[in-house]
């Protein structure tokens, strides 16, 4: 009874809205680019606040002595043992302050939101997938590397580490590659 008096189309108090209301238009590819620099930065510092602290654990003394290895590096296992602790480190920042409306410093600074398709905030699944996503072009960098190396050409499999943000450049919507498969976009921030 209360939608005729108001009219077929008019929202009645309680109902939910079928469009975001924070719906913002496509950040511009440079403001994107500017707050993906100043994360690595961040990143940076956390990976290094990582590494300080899991050290003890994987800087055993080794039988090398000092005199042949000034700085000898962990053993195979301990480096492994640190990657995947980085990128657990990683996985937890990126993906606790992609979900639930929060945002990354840089995404605040740059004033930016990062959002699903549909304008909604983001969900642990998008996050992981568009984390795990982001590093296609490192993995693809990585693998040059190893396939290079033999020949000499290694240094050239560094730049497939930009394959996500190039994307950008022949998407149709100029998103980046991790933003493509995982269903998300980075929006203006309105607030």
């Not at 990976?47 to 654990?57: E, K, V």
């Not at 693998?143 to 022949?170: C, D, E, F």
Request: hydrophobic share 50%; charged share 15%; net charge positive.
């Amino acid at each position: 009874m209360r939608r005729a008096a108001a009219g077929p189309l008019a929202p009645v108090p309680g109902d939910r809205p079928t469009v975001p209301a924070h719906r913002s238009a496509p950040a511009p590819l440079a403001r994107r680019l500017a707050s993906v620099a100043y994360e690595g930065l961040l990143l940076g510092a956390v990976l290094l606040a990582s590494g300080f602290l899991l050290a003890p654990w994987v800087s055993a003394p080794s039988h090398v002595t000092a005199a042949a290895a000034p700085l000898p590096l962990p053993a195979a296992p301990a480096r492994l043992s640190l990657f995947a602790a980085s990128f657990a480190v990683g996985a937890l920042y990126f993906c606790w302050s992609w979900t639930g409306g929060r945002r990354t410093l840089p995404m605040k600074t740059w004033r930016l939101r990062l959002t699903r398709r549909d304008g909604n905030p983001v969900g642990r699944r998008a996050a992981v997938t568009r984390y795990l996503a982001a590093w296609i072009g490192p993995a693809l960098a990585l693998l040059a590397y190893v396939a290079l190396k033999p020949t000499g050409a290694a240094r050239y499999a560094l730049w497939l580490v930009a394959v996500n943000y190039a994307w950008a450049w022949i998407d149709p919507d100029r998103q980046f590659l991790h933003d493509r498969i995982a269903g998300t976009r980075i929006v203006r921030d309105q607030e």
